[in-house]
C-alpha cells in the first residue's frame, strides 16, 4: 500500500517539474530567439517479486513479478528548431536561416557565450552589443587586389567588434579624405569653330574659345574642394590628311596646374587620335595627360597628381550635341560615420557624411556538434557543456552550417503555443489521477484501520 503513495508522490513531482517547464516555454513565447523545452518521463527501478523462468519438458515458462516504483524526469530537451523571423526595419537587427549562435564576450569571466538574439545595438563607445553583451568577429581585414573586395582574415581568434576604432585600422569613426587621381572628359566639339593655328600644333596667340568645361569636386589630400577649367579653341585643319587639332587651356583659381595645356587631334570621322604624319613631320598628341595640382601653399597640403582622360571626346558638326562636360573619377571630403548595414556575411558596412562607406568589422558565428548539449544561462545566453561539443573558433555567416544572415528582421521566438496548452491540460489530468491515487490509497490504509 505505501508503494502506492510513493509512486503517486512521485508521479506528482513529476507532473510538476513538467509544468514549470511549460510555464517557462509559455512566458518566453516572445522572447527573440528562444528556444522551447520538454520532459521526457521515465520509469524508476522496478522491485522484483520473483525472477523469470524458463520453460521445461514439463512446465512452460514464467516473466518475472515486478512492481514498479513511480516516474521520474529523464531529460529536458531543448528544440533548436529556427523560429520564425520577423520583420523590424531596424538596420542592426539580424536573424540566422541555419543552426548558427552569434559569439559575445561579457561579464565577470570574459569566457565567450553563445546566442541566437540578433538585436544589436552600439553603445557610447562604439562596442556593438546585444544586451549589454559584446558581439565578437574579426576587424583585420586586406582588399584583393583583383575584385576591389574586402577580405577579413578568418583564420584569427574572434574578438569584441568596435564600429569606431580597433588596432588594425585606426579611427574608423572618421573617413580620412582621399585626394582626386582621375579626371574624364567627355561630350563634343563643334568642328564649325574657326581655326585660329597655323599648323597642328601652334595656336599663337588665344583671346577668346569656342567653348569652357568646368570640372569640380576635385579633392587634394587634405579634403579641400577645388575645381578647374579647360578652354578649347579650334586650332588646325590639315587638308593633306583630313586631320582637326585642338588647343586646350586649363585654368583655377585655388591650383597651379602643370602642364596647363595642350593639343589633341581628331580624324575625318571626328575620331581622336594619338599621332598623324603631315608634311614629313610626324605630330603626337597625348590624350591622357598627367597633371600635377599644386594647391595654395596656405592650405598646407602637397602637390598631387591626376591622369586626365580625354578619350571621349568627339568631334562633330552639330549644334545639339552636347559640350564638352567633366567629373572627377574619385576623390573625397573627410566625413563623418552616419549608419551602418550589415551583409548576409555578416560584414558591417559603415556610411559616411560624404557618402562613402567602407568595412568596420565581420560577425562571426558559432556551430557545434549537438547544439541541443547547450547549457541556458540566462539573458537569452548559452555556454558550451561537455555534451554539446567544443567552440573551435568562428565561421562566416552562410558557411559551415551556420546559416546566413538577414538584417533588419529577428528570429521570433519557436513556442507553439496550441502545443503547450495541450500539454499542460495532459500535465493537469495526469497530476489529478496521482492526486486521486493518493487519495484512493489513503480510503484503504483508512479501511483496514477500521477493522482493528
Known amino acids: 500500500m505505501m508503494t502506492a503513495f510513493f509512486s503517486a508522490v512521485s508521479g506528482l513531482k513529476s507532473q510538476q517539474t513538467s509544468l514549470n517547464v511549460i510555464a517557462n516555454n509559455i512566458s518566453n513565447v516572445n522572447t527573440t530567439g528562444y528556444k522551447q523545452q520538454r520532459v521526457s518521463f521515465s520509469d524508476v527501478l522496478s522491485q522484483t517479486l520473483s525472477g523469470a523462468t524458463g520453460p521445461s519438458a514439463t512446465k512452460g515458462g514464467t516473466n518475472a513479478i515486478q512492481l514498479g516504483l513511480g516516474v521520474g524526469v529523464a531529460s529536458t530537451d531543448t528544440n533548436m528548431s529556427t523560429g520564425s523571423t520577423q520583420s523590424t526595419g531596424v538596420d542592426t537587427d539580424c536573424s540566422i ?18 546566442t541566437r538574439a540578433g538585436n544589436f545595438t552600439m553603445d557610447e563607445g562604439g562596442n556593438l552589443t546585444v544586451n549589454g553583451y559584446n558581439v565578437c568577429g574579426w576587424q583585420d581585414y586586406d582588399i584583393d587586389a583583383a575584385s576591389g573586395d574586402y577580405v577579413y582574415n ?9 564600429l569606431y576604432s580597433d588596432i588594425y585600422n585606426g579611427n574608423k569613426k572618421v573617413i580620412a579624405a582621399k585626394a582626386t587621381t582621375g579626371l574624364t572628359l567627355s561630350g563634343n566639339l563643334d568642328t564649325s569653330a574657326t581655326a585660329s593655328g597655323t599648323d597642328l600644333t601652334t595656336i599663337g596667340t588665344v583671346t577668346d ?3 569652357t568645361t568646368t570640372v569640380d569636386n576635385i579633392y587634394d589630400a587634405l579634403g ?6 579647360v578652354n578649347w579653341k579650334k586650332c588646325y585643319v590639315d587638308s593633306s590628311t583630313n586631320t582637326t587639332s585642338w588647343y586646350y ?15 589633341v587631334a581628331f580624324n575625318s570621322s571626328g575620331q581622336m587620335i594619338d599621332s598623324v604624319v603631315s608634311g614629313g613631320t610626324t605630330y603626337t598628341f597625348d590624350t591622357d595627360p598627367t597633371l600635377t595640382l599644386t594647391p595654395a601653399a596656405s592650405l598646407g597640403t602637397a602637390a598631387f597628381t591626376v591622369d586626365l582622360s580625354l578619350t571621349n571626346i568627339l568631334q562633330n558638326t552639330t549644334t545639339t550635341t552636347a559640350a564638352v562636360t567633366g567629373t572627377a573619377d574619385d576623390g573625397y571630403a573627410a566625413g563623418e560615420l552616419q549608419g551602418i548595414s550589415i551583409a548576409e556575411d555578416g560584414t558591417i558596412i559603415g ?6 562607406t567602407q568595412p568596420l568589422g565581420m560577425i562571426a558565428l558559432a556551430v557545434f556538434t549537438n547544439p541541443e548539449g547547450l547549457e541556458k544561462i540566462g539573458s537569452n545566453l548559452y555556454a558550451v557543456t561537455a555534451n554539446s561539443g567544443d567552440f573551435t573558433g568562428g565561421v ?11 538584417t533588419g ?20 489530468r495526469a497530476y489529478q489521477a496521482n492526486s486521486k491515487v493518493i487519495s484512493t490509497a489513503d480510503e484503504m490504509l483508512q479501511s483496514v484501520i477500521q477493522m482493528v
Not at 579641400?224 to 577649367?229: A, D, P, Q, T
Not at 556610411?351 to 562613402?356: A, E
Open 209 to 211: 574659345y569656342d567653348g
Open 224 to 229: 579641400n574642394e577645388h575645381s578647374i577649367k
Open 409 to 428: 528582421t529577428l528570429e521570433m521566438s519557436n513556442v507553439d503555443l496550441a502545443q503547450q496548452f495541450s500539454e499542460m491540460m495532459i500535465s493537469q
Open 351 to 356: 556610411t559616411y557624411s560624404n557618402s562613402q
Open 396 to 406: 562566416v555567416a552562410g558557411s559551415g552550417g551556420s546559416g546566413s544572415l538577414s
Open 249 to 263: 587651356e586649363i585654368t583655377s583659381d585655388d591650383l597651379t596646374v602643370s602642364p596647363a595645356s595642350g593639343y
Open 97 to 114: 536561416s541555419g543552426n548558427g549562435f552569434f559569439i559575445v564576450q561579457g561579464g565577470s569571466s570574459g569566457q565567450y557565450q553563445f
Open 154 to 162: 578568418t583564420s584569427k581568434a574572434v574578438e569584441p567588434i568596435n
